[in-house]
């Protein structure tokens, strides 16, 4: 057999046998999953590199006269109706039966699920077809948020809605640190699409994931949802900083960490405070009391080496400082016990490797690096003429680096 003559003609091949199905489910499966190459592939917003494939596709076979031809167009149609020439694609009557059902289908649950320190939210819909029969059975679509990143970290569509919510459900009745509950529907459209905008500018997609696979299928049946009827709530404001920071260091963990001691070293203590602010404002919400396992991590492995540069002063007092605010944020937060302990001994865990990071330096960024280098000289990093001065004396060390 002669290898296809270009990606139109691959894509024809690959979908040959979608007439054999037994399902529009399962043509609309096998639909995005050939479009979730389009996607991963695409190096700038992915979502219109589907959309503009979909387009040409539609234009390249409109002539052809095989039934599976005809029945992918249908299905890519059906996928990204915002697609040049999607809403000109008929219903060939030469197709299956189950053609017709395509898209037919109707939303019937919205939930959603996380955990309780506010790292990730996973938003869940329930479908079902207008006719079962051919339709196929009812199904979900789930959208996994995270919170820390922004971003719309995974998206599948689940071939049995029942059991993916059956199972959803047990775990969260089982498991302290995590809760569930019925969610608007237009607030969990505006959630998902918000954060998948981001997503699909990425240069790197989340690894393990069915985020390009499952994509078209998942934003057309979220498509399906209303848009939000009511301005959605604006979040709350964050606690004002001078007053937060007055409270911590007047709450009990600060005091069993020494931090509140007339020998402790305050310009450090400052210092490692001010940087937990300054990494809560890079997360979305920017709220400081939102603390966890994960934001710490972040924190204490990658954040702080690449943005900031510690004395041997600063490092000896961060590790106090993380533990102790640990303790606090999540007492603060009304986190249950088992949260708490869970954070605490996870911060545990992080300082020893924070420690090894901060002797290796591997974790710096140039910019940091550099600072560090100057002040390891004695050079004053706010004396825009001692750098220079610095610079000057250096060029040959500088252009061998």
Known sequence: MPAPQSVYEAVLHAARDVIKLGCALDAEMLGTALLGSVYSVAETDRAAAVRDFVGDFLSVTDQRPEPAAATI???????????DGADRVGHDTRGPSWAGQLGRVRPTGCYAYGDVYGDQTSYLVTYAYDDSSDGGPEHAVVALVDHNIGIVKDVFVATSAERVLTQVRTVCEHDELTWFRDEDPGRLRDEVDRHLQV???????????SLATD??????RLALLPAPTTPLLDEPEGPDVTELMRDFLASPEAARAGLTEPDADQPSLRFCLGLLLDHAATLPGADPLRWSPAVAGLFLL??????AVL?????????RVVRAWSSYATWRRGLPPAAIAET??????LVPEF???????????PATAAVAQLIAEGVDPNDSAAIDAWIQANQDRLGDD
């Open 73 to 83: 167009r249908e299905v890519f149609a059906t996928l990204v109706p915002d697609a």
């Open 355 to 365: 420690a090894r990071l901060y002797t290796t330096g591997e974790r710096r960024s």
């Open 344 to 349: 605490d001994a996870e911060v545990e865990k």
């Open 215 to 220: 994509r078209a299928l998942a934003t057309a």
């Open 302 to 307: 990658d954040w702080v080496h690449r943005r």
């Open 311 to 319: 004395d041997m002063d600063d490092a000896a007092m961060l590790p």
């Open 199 to 209: 997503t699909d500018e990425l240069g790197d997609l989340p690894a393990d994931s």
